[in-house]
Every structure is written in structure tokens, then in C-alpha cells.
């Protein structure tokens, strides 16, 4: 069974341009969640995408949005790139049952210049 | 709102000594517990998980974790440190309110040294 894959694996942007980043699940996984890992602030939760739907957001401003498509794979989106948006972005995916743990990919590892 | 603190950033064990890393929680509601692993450039690797039922559970290469609610605390062991066991461990606790939305909170994370 494949794992979760993230692509892609690294990215470097200018300061001010925009981003998009994206995640497979496991195949029959409907939940993808998206974290933030920095070395200052940890790992932190972004949001969570259920059948299309954002179920669950952290708190992040709006320059971090997502989607999910029908076949579950996700897609999150940063704006107006700064500086302090370098950090490794995870994606995970978990089934919807409820005692079920998450499975995360590689990450991209995002760097703004 | 639920939390994880782990104590100690860094933890330094030699070879074939035990492991324990410190993990506690806070939580309103009964919490799902995890241990994940990350080696560097890495994803998250889980090792172990408590939702419910016994609290000692046991994990990949020879982890295991008890659950004490008292304490509130789950706390990662291992009884023979590896080299290869060298990295980053992190504890997360979920909550699954109603509508089953995901959301794990993590804590900052213990880098472990195993020295030879």
C-alpha cells in the first residue's frame, strides 16, 4: 500500500510570491490534515480537509488556505510569501475512524528568499 | 484545549542503556495518545498509540508507553537504546470532538543522542 506522498519535496520562492503544495493520501483515506514545522514554533496544525469540506483550521492568517478533490488528494495554497514562512510542511492522512492514527509524508520543505 | 509537554529538549543515553523520554498531557476530554518519530528530513514516523483499553502499549523497535491518567502522563520507553534510535521523538495528543475532526496537538519535541 503506497504511503502518503508530498510534492513537491523542496521549493524555493522569492518573498511576496505565492505557493501551492500538494498531497496524496493513502488510497481509501477521506482526512488530510496539514501542519507547519518550524524550529522556532514546532509543529503546528493547520487544517483538516474531510470529503472536499474544511473541517478544522488552526490558527494561521488567510494567506494558508487548502483544498481537497474528490479523490481526496489536497492541495494547500500560501500568498504573499514571507520570510517566516520557510519551514517543512507535512501533510497527513487518516481514515475517519475514530481511534485510527495519522500517517504523515515526507514534507516539502519550503524555503522563501 | 487540549496540550503536550515534553521535558527535555535533549536527552543523551548510551548505547544499550534504557530510554525514557517524558511526555504530559493536558486534556478536558479522555485523550488518543502518540509517540512519532522523525529522522532528519524526514516525515513523521508513528511508533506507538493509546486510544483505549490497556495502558501499557507497545510499539515498533521495542518501544513501548504507559498511559497513567493520575499522572497524566505517557511517558516513551525503550530498555536498550540503539544507535539507530538516534532522533527527533514527538508526543501528540488528539480529541475527537463531535463531527470527528482531526486535529493533533504536539509537543516541542525530544532530540535523543545515543552515544556509542
Known amino acids: 500500500k503506497a504511503g502518503v506522498t508530498q510534492t513537491p519535496r523542496y521549493l524555493i520562492k522569492t518573498r511576496g510570491q505565492q505557493v501551492t503544495l500538494s498531497c496524496s493520501p493513502i488510497s481509501g483515506h477521506r482526512s488530510v490534515s496539514w501542519y507547519q514545522q518550524t524550529p522556532g514554533q514546532g509543529l503546528q496544525f493547520l487544517f483538516e480537509?474531510?470529503?472536499?469540506?474544511?473541517?478544522n483550521k488552526g490558527n494561521f492568517p488567510g494567506r494558508f488556505s487548502g483544498r481537497q478533490f474528490s479523490n481526496s488528494r489536497s492541495e494547500m495554497n500560501v500568498s504573499t510569501l514571507e520570510l517566516g514562512d520557510s519551514a517543512l510542511y507535512l501533510c497527513?492522512?487518516?481514515?475517519?475512524?475514530?481511534?485510527?492514527?495519522?500517517?504523515f509524508g515526507q514534507g516539502t520543505r519550503l524555503t522563501v528568499v | 484545549a487540549q496540550s503536550v509537554t515534553q521535558l527535555g529538549s535533549h536527552v543523551s543515553v548510551s548505547e544499550g542503556a534504557l530510554v525514557l523520554l517524558r511526555c504530559n498531557y493536558s486534556?478536558?476530554?479522555?485523550?488518543?495518545l502518540f509517540w512519532y518519530v522523525q529522522y532528519p528530513n524526514q516525515g513523521l514516523q508513528l511508533l506507538l498509540k493509546?486510544?483505549?483499553?490497556?495502558?501499557l502499549v507497545k510499539g515498533i523497535n521495542g518501544f513501548e508507553a504507559e498511559f497513567k491518567k493520575s499522572e497524566t502522563s505517557f511517558h516513551l520507553t525503550k530498555p536498550s537504546a540503539h544507535m539507530s534510535d538516534a532522533a527527533e521523538y514527538f508526543c501528540?495528543?488528539?480529541?475527537?470532538?463531535?463531527?470527528?475532526?482531526?486535529?493533533?496537538?504536539f509537543g516541542s519535541g525530544t532530540q535523543l543522542t545515543v552515544l556509542p
Open positions: 480537509y474531510f470529503s472536499e469540506t474544511q473541517r
Open positions: 493509546y486510544t483505549t483499553g490497556a495502558t
Open positions: 486534556s478536558s476530554v479522555p485523550p488518543y
Open positions: 501528540a495528543v488528539s480529541v475527537i470532538p463531535s463531527g470527528s475532526a482531526r486535529q493533533l496537538t
Open positions: 497527513a492522512s487518516s481514515s475517519n475512524a475514530v481511534n485510527t492514527e495519522a500517517f
